[in-house]
């Protein structure tokens, strides 16, 4: 059922089984979940079913002062029904094993989860996500698709998968609306939880609309999918028992504020582009659509004390659908450059004998880079405040020297195994061939925010526990990925879903999965 | 073949001699063995195989319309 909370009387107390605050990717999963199991669940959107101005900018941010961090924040909220769904690219692809492992290179590593625990849900994301099946090989029976032989202790190639995208507000909103279990109120900002004199149980939801008309929800369990900048947000402002906010003894609430640093690395020079096109550009295999990816192995994430690093090939010159959002500053080459190109092809095309007449491409190498979690790198309240008189946050989005040195070396192992094979050569774009380098201005996150209530089985390391409840509160949950230990450099959404799904189940169970942990 | 990359073909054990099959064929090899082994030479941002590095700066000595 869609009610708006316009046609409520404020001061209206609504009672439900779960609420869950948000309706994006995260929420609607889980409320779907948990209607179908039977359990009343209240599902609370900030805005309606359209994009409006005025709800979209009770999102909005405080200026950090850095510039290139606001503009991978600001933009990727969405207020309405479906939430960041509502402009996802659909780019989808499951988490590695070893992103979820401890790895001591890696500050913070290691979810108190096996990869086990989340695989057992990517089936039902993709029918979610509407993604074709899961672990499908897009190259089988069709030799010209096979990736060429890296040493797969160096590079592996992996696919992604593209949901439609499939818009989750538009595609379940008659699901939802026809439900007998889920209610789902619109225009329902939550503005913070109560929880009782000890802190350790939460008792409502207050929840309030532009006009001020104000509701109370009360429910057994909570559920916060927000976002990763929201969720910390919430738990950051409901501090009317404990001052620093709720789940937040640690002072971890809001820290390692994680994305994948995305940006253009390299210019590879190509001797036969179709031939690499029909394996790394888009392209519909059997019955979905899918591209390939030079990911770097977990062994070589092993010896050289790398995090999770892919790269996808976009010919240059050629307009590439996936990103037309993205705008690359790709600057023309100079005339020296241009003679030191034609130097290295003729010298590259008289050792490999591979040239194919009319064949060769000029492909820039973008690259998609785990974060290091990183406690600086975090969200805090700002003084400024919200129309309805909340504060605002504040993003400071930091990278450091391990995340400088993976994409760094990454790069350099692609070039040696493009060189090793005789498909071509590898150029660094000039920031990155730079000594003392710095990240260029048209770096960004990709939108995927993720790490700020994270998960850990101490309090001390995290905010909420392996079965995603907040630590030292029985009955709140984050659903979403603020709760990812380290983010793997795939795109967050299927994850989220699987993630949500499995949150579901838990809470279906009354507090059990079928992995055998217990509330 | 003028006498520095005749000289560094015979220091990586190739022979000048050899027809010019043979020896791309083996230039070939090098190449991929120093990519593998991460035997590689920055120029101006390229990565590029040692040996192959090294034959260019011997032709451009030689021959600066290299």
């Known amino acids: 059922m869609l009610i708006d909370l316009h046609d409520l009387e404020s001061g209206t107390l609504i009672e439900s089984d779960c609420c869950v605050i948000g309706g994006g990717a995260a929420g609607i999963t889980l409320a779907r979940s948990l209607g179908r199991a039977g359990i009343d669940t209240c599902l609370l959107e900030s805005g309606g079913l359209v994009f409006e101005p005025q709800v979209q900018s009770l999102g909005d941010i405080a200026p950090s002062g850095d510039a290139r961090a606001d503009r991978s924040v600001s933009p990727c909220r969405l207020r309405f029904l479906g939430g960041a769904t509502n402009h996802w690219g659909g780019w989808s692809a499951p988490m590695a094993p070893m992103d979820l492992l401890p790895r001591s290179w890696v500050p913070l590593s290691g979810w108190p989860i096996d990869w086990e625990a989340l695989e057992r849900w990517y089936p039902e994301a993709h029918r979610l996500c509407q993604l074709g099946p899961y672990g499908a090989d897009p190259s089988a029976g069709d030799p010209t698709r096979r990736p060429p032989a890296l040493l797969p202790n160096k590079l592996t190639v992996r696919y992604w998968q593209y949901s439609p995208p499939t818009r989750f507000g538009a595609y379940y909103r008659e699901e939802l609306a026809a439900s007998r279990r889920v209610y789902v109120y619109l225009h329902a900002n939550c503005v913070g939880l109560d929880a009782d004199s000890s802190g350790s149980q939460v008792l409502a939801a207050r929840i309030r609309n532009p006009d001020g008309r104000e509701a109370r929800v009360s429910a057994r369990r909570f559920v916060l999918a927000c976002g990763a900048v929201d969720n910390a947000r919430l738990l950051l402002l409901s501090n009317g028992v404990q001052p620093a906010g709720l789940g937040n003894t640690y002072d971890l609430v809001g820290r390692c504020f994680m994305q994948h640093p995305e940006v253009d690395t390299a210019t590879l020079w190509v001797h036969d582009w179709p031939a690499l096109a029909r394996v790394f550009e888009r392209y519909r295999a059997d019955g979905f659509s899918t591209r390939a990816g030079v990911f770097l192995s977990r062994q070589a994430q092993r010896r050289h004390g790398l995090l999770a690093w892919a790269a996808t090939l976009h010919p240059v010159g050629q307009p590439d659908p996936d990103y037309d959002a993205v705008k690359l500053d790709v600057p023309e080459p100079s005339a020296d450059d241009r003679r030191l190109n034609q130097a290295v092809a003729a010298l590259s095309l008289a050792t490999d004998g591979a040239y194919s007449a009319g064949q060769a491409g000029e492909v820039k190498v973008r690259s998609r880079c785990e974060q290091a979690p990183n406690p600086d790198s975090r969200v805090t309240l700002a003084e400024e405040r919200d129309a309805l008189g909340l504060p605002r946050v504040q993003v400071r989005w930091r990278l450091g020297e391990l995340d400088r040195r993976s994409i760094d070396t990454a790069n350099r192992i692609l070039a040696e195994e493009i060189g090793r094979l005789g498909l071509g050569r590898l150029r660094l774009d000039p920031w990155l061939a730079a000594q003392d380098w710095d990240w260029p201005d048209n770096l960004w996150g990709g939108c995927h925010h993720m790490g700020t209530t994270r998960m850990a089985a101490s309090a001390r390391d995290g905010v909420v526990d392996g079965d995603c409840r907040v630590h030292g509160i029985a009955n709140l949950f984050i659903a979403g990925s603020s709760v990812f230990s380290t983010g793997g450099c795939t795109n967050p959404t299927l994850t989220i879903v699987a993630l949500a799904l499995r949150l579901a189940e838990y809470l279906a169970r009354g507090g059990h999965n079928r992995e055998g942990s217990e509330q | ?66």
């Open chain 2, 1 to 66: 073949m003028p006498p520095l990359p005749a000289a560094l073909l015979q220091d990586s054990g190739l022979d000048p001699s050899w027809p010019a099959d043979r020896l791309l064929a083996a230039l070939r090899e090098r190449r991929a063995m120093d990519f593998a082994a991460g035997r590689t030479v920055e120029l101006d941002g390229w990565l590029l195989a040692r040996c192959e590095a090294a034959f260019c700066q011997s032709l451009a000595l030689e021959s600066p319309r290299c």
